[in-house]
């Protein structure tokens, strides 16, 4: 153990089925930086859980492999492998003080009295509950809760940290308290972190990489930002709220479809694609320039906070962008729209 | 609820248990009671001479009973235990079939079941055996512990053991710090109905024992048969107590919501 370095994980060919034929996770390949903090993205059902049980060791995989520094760790029981998990309900042991929670993993290693003591204490500090070791259990909130399930996952001093969605049952003005001090709490041990959720701003928000998973498998692993800048596919940019995807094909460096005929990276492989866009990087403008297409307004809805437009190219596919909510838009009306060729991504069809 | 709705519904209840022992202790003490006397006219010491008798057959045969009632409860709690966990936690093929099949020894009457499975005490040399005996009371009592332990196990979420594992705590020491705490006014309910069962068992004890093997049951009969009111009432009340005793015992112990939970209530 002993994480101040950081432990690489590595997930390989990961396969589990619950029922034959039906896989729940169907070959999910992870490589976790040293001390990074890796979100598992993903709708329910995806496999994402499943996952993270089987590095837990509470699930034996089909087939695969995980590592940890490049060592297997599959064939070890739950109890001897370097992990600590918290799961989405902070399962405290009814009949124990909050004290005696956070210092099971201790006592189960038979760490002596005093040493359990002490750390029980440094372990409350961190997740600012100090003075709380005598609580019983039944007396906390259920933000205090989750954080004395923190502490009792970090109190061995675990080589990697699992999170199974431990903030999605609080409150969401708490959940982002208890987001922040996850985050904070995670760099300053260092600790390599898996963290499964299906909330998308919870991973961008909290993630150094997020993987999301679809069906079973990664279908991305990225920084963040390039979920939306450089979406590996429609299903990618659709998890992640993009609104704009336009069927056409490749061919000399430019993608042509819906009406559009935009210049591609370099490098873009030629046939059919999709090219996508986020309606972040769309705006209406004044007049024509490079870059600006030709459209008509067919529907505009006020949100408070910015403004939904969606616009009709010349083969009525349709198009949405959000625009600062002072925009003055003419339903029905021709306008012009700005495309930055930068912001658009060709994803295979 | 109220103090004082408390404390009349707790005099009721005492009143109700132990007002109907008080002829039973009289009769005991007394070798004369005719009527119209309210209470008896002369006293003996016979019937507590009977019962504490270092050499006699009463407390020899309270010995046998405990041993066998208790012996039972164990076994049938720690069979329970596996029985219970897999009815209350898996949904498997066939689980409402082996729920049936659990209670179909209650179903049947004892002496049929026991009748049937007599042949096989004799030939394995169990009966006229305490083992034996200890085996024919499994069978009315295994059922009842595992529906008990099912429902309980029913209501405990198995992450809490999930949780205890990734902790690092092995198997033996999640069930014992983890599960054991969560489960057990259950498992007491289930050994003290098992303990209850075999305690008072007749018949099966009459068959697989033969009569070499002397419960109280066994015993109270023949002096109940004996027409000597003394004698008979005081073997009643060494039969009644212990039972009452554990009852009263078990229910100060699992104070408060678990005796709700488990119907018990506190005495």
Same mark, same amino acid.
């Not at chain 1, 709380?132 to 675990?158: C, F, N």
């Not at chain 2, 027409?227 to 104070?255: C, G, I, K, M, Q």
């Given at each position: 153990?002993?994480?101040?370095?950081?432990?690489?994980?590595?997930?390989?060919?990961?396969?589990?089925?619950?029922?034959?034929?039906?896989?729940?996770?169907?070959?999910?390949?992870?490589?976790?930086?040293?001390?990074?903090?890796?979100?598992?993205?993903?709708?329910? $059902?995806?496999?994402?859980?499943?996952?993270?049980?089987?590095?837990?060791?509470?699930?034996?995989?089909?087939?695969?492999?995980?590592?940890?520094?490049?060592?297997?760790?599959?064939?070890?029981?739950?109890?001897?492998?370097?992990?600590?998990?918290?799961?989405?309900?902070?399962?405290?042991?009814?009949?124990?003080?909050?004290?005696?929670?956070?210092?099971?993993?201790?006592?189960?290693?038979?760490?002596?009295?005093?040493?359990?003591?002490?750390?029980?204490?440094?372990?409350?500090?961190?997740?600012?509950?100090?003075?709380?070791?005598?609580?019983?259990?039944?007396?906390?909130?259920? $933000?205090?809760?989750?954080?004395?399930?923190?502490?009792?996952?970090?109190?061995?001093?675990?080589?990697?940290?699992?999170?199974?969605?431990?903030?999605?049952?609080?409150?969401?003005?708490?959940?982002?308290?208890?987001?922040?001090? !996850?985050?904070?709490?995670?760099?300053?041990? $260092?600790?390599?972190?898996?963290?499964?959720?299906?909330?998308?701003?919870?991973?961008?928000?909290?993630?150094?990489?997020?993987?999301?998973?679809?069906?079973?498998?990664? !279908?991305?692993?990225?920084?963040?930002?390039?979920?939306?800048?450089?979406?590996?596919?429609?299903?990618?940019?659709?998890?992640?709220?993009?609104?704009?995807?336009?069927?056409?094909? !490749?061919?000399?460096?430019?993608?042509?479809?819906?009406?559009?005929?935009?210049?591609?990276?370099?490098?873009?492989?030629?046939?059919?694609?999709?090219?996508?866009?986020?309606?972040?990087?769309?705006?209406?403008?004044?007049?024509?320039?490079?870059?600006? !297409?030709?459209?008509?307004?067919?529907?505009?809805?006020?949100?408070?906070?910015?403004?939904?437009?969606?616009?009709?190219?010349?083969?009525?596919?349709?198009?949405?962008?959000?625009?600062?909510?002072?925009?003055?838009?003419?339903?029905?009306?021709?306008?012009?729209?700005?495309?930055?060729?930068?912001?658009?991504?060709?994803?295979?069809? | 609820?109220?103090?004082?709705?408390?404390?009349?519904?707790?005099?009721?209840?005492?009143?109700?248990?132990?007002?109907?022992?008080?002829?039973?202790?009289?009769?005991?003490?007394?070798?004369?009671?005719?009527?119209?006397?309210?209470?008896?006219?002369?006293?003996?010491?016979?019937?507590?001479?009977?019962?504490?008798?270092?050499?006699?057959?009463?407390?020899?045969?309270?010995?046998?009973?405990?041993?066998?009632?208790?012996?039972?409860?164990?076994?049938?709690?720690?069979?329970?235990?596996?029985?219970?966990?897999?009815?209350?936690?898996?949904?498997?093929?066939?689980?409402?079939?082996?729920?049936?099949?659990?209670?179909?020894?209650?179903?049947?009457?004892?002496?049929?079941?026991?009748?049937?499975?007599?042949?096989?005490?004799?030939?394995?040399?169990?009966?006229?055996?305490?083992?034996?005996?200890?085996?024919?009371?499994?069978?009315?009592?295994?059922?009842?512990?595992?529906?008990?332990?099912?429902?309980?196990?029913?209501?405990?979420?198995?992450?809490?053991?999930?949780?205890?594992?990734?902790?690092?705590?092995?198997?033996?020491?999640?069930?014992?710090?983890?599960?054991?705490?969560?489960?057990?006014?259950?498992?007491?309910?289930?050994?003290?109905?098992?303990?209850?069962?075999?305690?008072?068992? =007749?018949?099966?004890?009459?068959?697989?024992?033969?009569?070499?093997?002397?419960?109280?049951?066994?015993?109270?009969?023949? =002096?109940?048969?004996?027409?000597?009111?003394?004698?008979?009432?005081?073997?009643?009340?060494?039969?009644?107590?212990?039972?009452?005793?554990?009852?009263?015992?078990?229910?100060? =112990?699992?104070?408060?919501?678990?005796?709700?939970?488990?119907?018990?209530?506190?005495?």
């Amino acid at each position: 153990m002993g994480s101040s370095t950081g432990t690489a994980v590595s997930l390989r060919g990961l396969r589990k089925a619950y029922q034959r034929g039906v896989p729940a996770v169907d070959g999910v390949d992870l490589e976790v930086a040293p001390g990074s903090l890796v979100a598992l993205l993903g709708p329910s $059902g995806c496999g994402k859980t499943t996952t993270l049980k089987m590095v837990a060791g509470l699930l034996d995989p089909d087939e695969g492999d995980v590592r940890f520094d490049d060592r297997s760790i599959i064939g070890l029981a739950a109890e001897k492998r370097p992990v600590a998990m918290v799961f989405q309900k902070p399962l405290l042991f009814p009949h124990m003080t909050v004290g005696q929670n956070v210092g099971f993993g201790l006592r189960v290693r038979r760490t002596a009295k005093a040493a359990i003591a002490a750390r029980v204490a440094e372990m409350l500090e961190l997740v600012r509950l100090p003075d709380l070791a005598h609580r019983k259990v039944g007396q906390l909130s259920g $933000g205090q809760e989750q954080r004395v399930a923190l502490a009792r996952a970090l109190v061995t001093d675990p080589a990697v940290l699992l999170l199974d969605e431990p903030l999605s049952q609080l409150d969401a003005a708490l959940r982002i308290e208890m987001r922040d001090l !996850v985050a904070g709490v995670q760099r300053e041990l $260092g600790v390599t972190t898996l963290f499964v959720t299906h909330d998308q701003d919870e991973a961008v928000a909290l993630a150094d990489k997020v993987a999301l998973v679809l069906d079973g498998r990664v !279908v991305q692993h990225a920084e963040p930002r390039v979920f939306y800048e450089r979406p590996a596919s429609v299903a990618v940019a659709r998890f992640f709220g993009g609104r704009n995807a336009v069927p056409g094909r !490749v061919a000399g460096g430019r993608f042509t479809g819906g009406g559009l005929d935009v210049a591609v990276p370099t490098g873009t492989p030629p046939g059919d694609g999709t090219l996508v866009v986020r309606q972040e990087s769309l705006a209406l403008v004044e007049r024509p320039a490079p870059d600006v !297409v030709p459209v008509r307004v067919i529907a505009a809805r006020y949100l408070g906070t910015a403004m939904t437009v969606t616009v009709e190219l010349a083969d009525t596919t349709r198009l949405e962008l959000t625009a600062p909510p002072a925009t003055a838009v003419a339903v029905g009306a021709p306008a012009h729209l700005h495309l930055p060729p930068e912001a658009c991504t060709i994803v295979p069809t | 609820m109220s103090g004082i709705r408390r404390s009349v519904g707790l005099g009721l209840l005492v009143v109700g248990i132990l007002v109907p022992f008080v002829p039973l202790a009289l009769t005991a003490v007394s070798s004369g009671w005719r009527y119209p006397a309210l209470v008896p006219q002369t006293f003996t010491g016979r019937g507590v001479a009977l019962v504490f008798d270092p050499d006699g057959e009463v407390l020899a045969a309270l010995l046998t009973s405990f041993t066998i009632a208790v012996t039972v409860a164990v076994v049938a709690a720690l069979v329970g235990l596996c029985g219970g966990r897999a009815l209350g936690l898996h949904r498997f093929r066939g689980r409402r079939l082996v729920q049936f099949l659990l209670l179909a020894p209650v179903l049947v009457p004892g002496f049929a079941v026991t009748f049937g499975l007599q042949v096989f005490f004799i030939r394995y040399g169990l009966a006229d055996t305490v083992p034996g005996v200890v085996l024919v009371h499994l069978v009315p009592t295994i059922p009842y512990v595992t529906l008990v332990l099912g429902a309980t196990f029913a209501s405990f979420d198995v992450s809490y053991e999930e949780q205890a594992r990734v902790l690092g705590a092995g198997p033996v020491r999640t069930f014992v710090s983890v599960t054991l705490p969560a489960i057990r006014p259950g498992l007491c309910v289930a050994a003290l109905f098992a303990f209850l069962i075999s305690w008072s068992e =007749y018949v099966l004890t009459l068959l697989i024992g033969g009569g070499t093997i002397r419960t109280l049951p066994l015993l109270l009969f023949s =002096y109940i048969g004996s027409a000597d009111l003394t004698e008979a009432a005081s073997v009643s009340l060494v039969f009644a107590l212990p039972p009452l005793v554990l009852v009263v015992a078990a229910s100060r =112990y699992l104070t408060g919501a678990q005796s709700g939970v488990v119907g018990l209530g506190r005495l």
